[in-house]
T-cell receptor, first 113, second 118 residues
Framework: DAGITQSPRYKITETGRQVTLMCHQT?????MFWYRQDLGHGLRLIYY???????DKGEVPDGYVVSRSKTENFPLTLESATRSQTSVYFC????????????FGSGTRLTVV | AQTVTQSQPEMSVQEAETVTLSCTYD???????LFWYKQPPSRQMILVIR??????QNATENRFSVNFQKAAKSFSLKISDSQLGDTAMYFC???????????????FGQGTILTVHP
Protein backbone atom coordinates (compact mmCIF):
# COMPACT_ATOMS: atom_id res chain seq x y z
CA ASP A 1 0.00 0.00 0.00
CA ALA A 2 1.15 3.51 -0.72
CA GLY A 3 1.91 5.81 2.17
CA ILE A 4 4.07 5.90 5.23
CA THR A 5 4.09 2.91 7.53
CA GLN A 6 5.60 2.40 10.95
CA SER A 7 6.29 -0.85 12.71
CA PRO A 8 5.68 -2.16 15.23
CA ARG A 9 2.55 -0.36 16.40
CA TYR A 10 3.22 -1.36 20.00
CA LYS A 11 6.45 -2.46 21.65
CA ILE A 12 7.43 -3.34 25.19
CA THR A 13 11.10 -3.65 25.96
CA GLU A 14 13.35 -3.85 28.98
CA THR A 15 15.73 -1.22 30.23
CA GLY A 16 19.14 -1.54 28.58
CA ARG A 17 17.96 -3.36 25.48
CA GLN A 18 18.46 -2.09 21.97
CA VAL A 19 15.29 -1.55 19.99
CA THR A 20 14.70 -0.36 16.44
CA LEU A 21 11.56 1.35 15.20
CA MET A 22 10.95 1.08 11.49
CA CYS A 23 9.62 3.67 9.08
CA HIS A 24 8.94 3.13 5.40
CA GLN A 25 7.46 5.51 2.83
CA THR A 26 6.48 4.79 -0.76
CA UNK A 27 6.40 8.32 -2.20
CA UNK A 28 10.17 8.84 -2.57
CA UNK A 29 9.90 11.92 -0.38
CA UNK A 30 13.26 13.53 0.25
CA UNK A 31 12.59 14.60 3.81
CA MET A 32 11.88 12.30 6.71
CA PHE A 33 11.52 12.99 10.42
CA TRP A 34 11.26 11.26 13.77
CA TYR A 35 9.24 12.84 16.58
CA ARG A 36 8.34 11.69 20.05
CA GLN A 37 5.06 12.65 21.69
CA ASP A 38 4.84 13.13 25.44
CA LEU A 39 2.02 14.61 27.47
CA GLY A 40 2.64 18.28 28.15
CA HIS A 41 5.37 18.53 25.52
CA GLY A 42 3.51 17.99 22.29
CA LEU A 43 5.75 16.48 19.62
CA ARG A 44 9.48 17.02 19.74
CA LEU A 45 11.89 16.40 16.90
CA ILE A 46 14.48 13.68 17.48
CA TYR A 47 16.23 13.42 14.11
CA TYR A 48 15.55 14.35 10.53
CA UNK A 49 16.93 13.51 7.12
CA UNK A 50 17.03 15.62 3.98
CA UNK A 51 18.00 12.73 1.68
CA UNK A 52 19.63 9.31 1.73
CA UNK A 53 22.82 9.38 3.80
CA UNK A 54 22.06 12.89 5.11
CA UNK A 55 20.80 13.07 8.69
CA ASP A 56 20.87 15.68 11.43
CA LYS A 57 19.92 16.06 15.06
CA GLY A 58 16.72 17.62 16.23
CA GLU A 59 15.70 18.89 19.63
CA VAL A 60 16.04 15.66 21.67
CA PRO A 61 18.56 13.34 19.96
CA ASP A 62 20.36 11.89 22.99
CA GLY A 63 20.07 8.10 23.24
CA TYR A 64 18.88 7.69 19.65
CA VAL A 65 20.59 6.73 16.41
CA VAL A 66 19.25 6.95 12.87
CA SER A 67 20.38 5.84 9.46
CA ARG A 68 19.07 6.33 5.95
CA SER A 69 20.81 4.16 3.42
CA LYS A 70 17.73 4.14 1.17
CA THR A 71 15.35 7.02 0.47
CA GLU A 72 12.29 5.04 1.54
CA ASN A 73 13.52 3.81 4.93
CA PHE A 74 14.40 5.76 8.06
CA PRO A 75 14.83 3.48 11.09
CA LEU A 76 15.24 4.86 14.60
CA THR A 77 17.34 2.89 17.08
CA LEU A 78 17.40 3.24 20.83
CA GLU A 79 20.85 1.97 21.67
CA SER A 80 20.17 1.21 25.33
CA ALA A 81 16.56 1.87 26.21
CA THR A 82 15.70 3.85 29.34
CA ARG A 83 12.35 4.41 31.05
CA SER A 84 12.45 8.07 30.00
CA GLN A 85 12.22 6.89 26.41
CA THR A 86 8.75 5.48 27.01
CA SER A 87 6.74 7.50 24.51
CA VAL A 88 4.80 7.47 21.28
CA TYR A 89 7.10 7.80 18.30
CA PHE A 90 6.01 9.28 14.99
CA CYS A 91 7.74 9.10 11.68
CA UNK A 92 6.84 11.68 9.03
CA UNK A 93 7.82 12.56 5.49
CA UNK A 94 7.26 15.48 3.19
CA UNK A 95 7.38 16.68 -0.36
CA UNK A 96 10.28 18.94 -1.24
CA UNK A 97 7.98 21.91 -0.91
CA UNK A 98 7.08 23.03 2.61
CA UNK A 99 3.67 24.11 1.38
CA UNK A 100 2.14 20.75 2.06
CA UNK A 101 3.17 20.10 5.61
CA UNK A 102 4.09 16.65 6.75
CA UNK A 103 2.44 13.27 6.31
CA PHE A 104 2.68 11.18 9.46
CA GLY A 105 2.82 7.49 10.10
CA SER A 106 0.41 5.97 12.61
CA GLY A 107 2.96 5.96 15.41
CA THR A 108 4.66 3.38 17.63
CA ARG A 109 3.85 3.24 21.32
CA LEU A 110 7.02 2.15 23.08
CA THR A 111 7.06 1.14 26.72
CA VAL A 112 10.37 0.60 28.50
CA VAL A 113 10.04 -1.43 31.70
CA ALA B 1 14.53 29.25 18.53
CA GLN B 2 10.81 29.27 17.99
CA THR B 3 8.30 28.36 20.66
CA VAL B 4 4.63 27.53 20.34
CA THR B 5 2.24 27.78 23.28
CA GLN B 6 -1.23 26.35 23.64
CA SER B 7 -2.57 27.60 26.95
CA GLN B 8 -5.74 25.47 27.01
CA PRO B 9 -4.93 21.88 27.99
CA GLU B 10 -8.57 20.82 27.64
CA MET B 11 -11.76 22.24 26.19
CA SER B 12 -15.26 20.98 25.66
CA VAL B 13 -18.15 22.04 23.44
CA GLN B 14 -21.67 20.93 22.69
CA GLU B 15 -22.42 19.38 19.35
CA ALA B 16 -23.33 21.98 16.67
CA GLU B 17 -21.77 24.85 18.64
CA THR B 18 -18.62 26.81 17.85
CA VAL B 19 -15.34 26.55 19.71
CA THR B 20 -12.04 28.40 19.41
CA LEU B 21 -8.66 26.95 20.31
CA SER B 22 -5.85 29.35 21.10
CA CYS B 23 -2.23 29.31 20.01
CA THR B 24 0.56 31.83 20.39
CA TYR B 25 4.09 31.62 19.09
CA ASP B 26 7.34 33.41 19.46
CA UNK B 27 9.71 33.98 16.56
CA UNK B 28 11.99 36.59 15.09
CA UNK B 29 11.32 35.31 11.57
CA UNK B 30 9.13 37.25 9.16
CA UNK B 31 8.39 34.41 6.76
CA UNK B 32 6.92 31.22 8.12
CA UNK B 33 4.01 28.80 8.03
CA LEU B 34 1.53 27.86 10.72
CA PHE B 35 -0.45 24.66 10.96
CA TRP B 36 -3.18 23.00 12.97
CA TYR B 37 -3.05 19.22 13.27
CA LYS B 38 -5.76 16.96 14.64
CA GLN B 39 -5.00 13.73 16.50
CA PRO B 40 -8.11 11.60 17.14
CA PRO B 41 -8.02 8.59 19.47
CA SER B 42 -6.69 6.51 16.58
CA ARG B 43 -3.42 8.44 17.11
CA GLN B 44 -3.17 9.44 13.44
CA MET B 45 -1.89 12.99 12.86
CA ILE B 46 -4.14 14.79 10.38
CA LEU B 47 -3.42 18.19 8.86
CA VAL B 48 -6.44 20.42 9.42
CA ILE B 49 -5.37 23.77 8.05
CA ARG B 50 -2.29 25.83 7.23
CA UNK B 51 -1.54 29.52 6.96
CA UNK B 52 1.27 31.32 5.16
CA UNK B 53 2.50 34.26 7.21
CA UNK B 54 2.78 36.52 4.16
CA UNK B 55 -0.93 36.14 3.45
CA UNK B 56 -3.23 38.53 5.26
CA GLN B 57 -6.34 36.53 4.47
CA ASN B 58 -7.23 33.94 7.07
CA ALA B 59 -7.25 30.34 5.87
CA THR B 60 -10.53 28.41 5.79
CA GLU B 61 -11.25 24.73 5.27
CA ASN B 62 -14.94 23.89 5.44
CA ARG B 63 -15.95 24.20 9.13
CA PHE B 64 -12.40 25.09 10.19
CA SER B 65 -11.02 28.59 10.04
CA VAL B 66 -8.16 30.48 11.62
CA ASN B 67 -7.71 33.92 13.08
CA PHE B 68 -4.14 34.86 12.25
CA GLN B 69 -2.82 37.97 14.00
CA LYS B 70 0.77 38.34 12.87
CA ALA B 71 1.65 41.33 15.01
CA ALA B 72 0.27 39.65 18.11
CA LYS B 73 1.80 36.29 17.08
CA SER B 74 -1.51 34.60 17.58
CA PHE B 75 -3.03 31.78 15.52
CA SER B 76 -6.37 30.51 16.81
CA LEU B 77 -8.51 27.76 15.30
CA LYS B 78 -12.27 28.11 15.10
CA ILE B 79 -14.41 25.03 14.63
CA SER B 80 -17.97 25.77 13.58
CA ASP B 81 -20.92 23.39 13.86
CA SER B 82 -18.88 21.02 16.03
CA GLN B 83 -19.35 17.32 15.39
CA LEU B 84 -18.68 14.30 17.57
CA GLY B 85 -15.90 13.32 15.15
CA ASP B 86 -14.06 16.52 16.02
CA THR B 87 -13.21 15.04 19.41
CA ALA B 88 -9.42 14.87 19.35
CA MET B 89 -6.22 16.48 20.49
CA TYR B 90 -5.31 19.53 18.41
CA PHE B 91 -1.78 20.72 17.88
CA CYS B 92 -0.64 24.09 16.68
CA UNK B 93 2.68 24.03 14.81
CA UNK B 94 5.19 26.48 13.35
CA UNK B 95 7.58 26.10 10.45
CA UNK B 96 10.22 28.61 9.44
CA UNK B 97 10.34 29.34 5.72
CA UNK B 98 13.68 28.56 4.17
CA UNK B 99 15.11 29.39 0.78
CA UNK B 100 15.40 27.13 -2.24
CA UNK B 101 14.55 23.50 -1.60
CA UNK B 102 15.53 23.57 2.06
CA UNK B 103 12.79 22.28 4.27
CA UNK B 104 11.77 23.61 7.63
CA UNK B 105 11.19 21.59 10.76
CA UNK B 106 7.87 21.70 12.58
CA UNK B 107 7.76 23.03 16.13
CA PHE B 108 4.65 21.93 17.99
CA GLY B 109 2.65 23.31 20.87
CA GLN B 110 1.67 21.17 23.83
CA GLY B 111 -1.74 20.29 22.44
CA THR B 112 -5.37 20.93 23.44
CA ILE B 113 -7.76 18.06 24.08
CA LEU B 114 -11.16 18.91 22.62
CA THR B 115 -14.23 16.93 23.62
CA VAL B 116 -17.49 17.38 21.72
CA HIS B 117 -20.54 16.41 23.76
CA PRO B 118 -23.82 15.24 22.21
Amino acid sequence: DAGITQSPRYKITETGRQVTLMCHQTWSHSYMFWYRQDLGHGLRLIYYSAAADITDKGEVPDGYVVSRSKTENFPLTLESATRSQTSVYFCASSFDSYDYGYTFGSGTRLTVV
Amino acid sequence: AQTVTQSQPEMSVQEAETVTLSCTYDTSESNYYLFWYKQPPSRQMILVIRQEAYKQQNATENRFSVNFQKAAKSFSLKISDSQLGDTAMYFCAFMKQLGGTSYGKLTFGQGTILTVHP
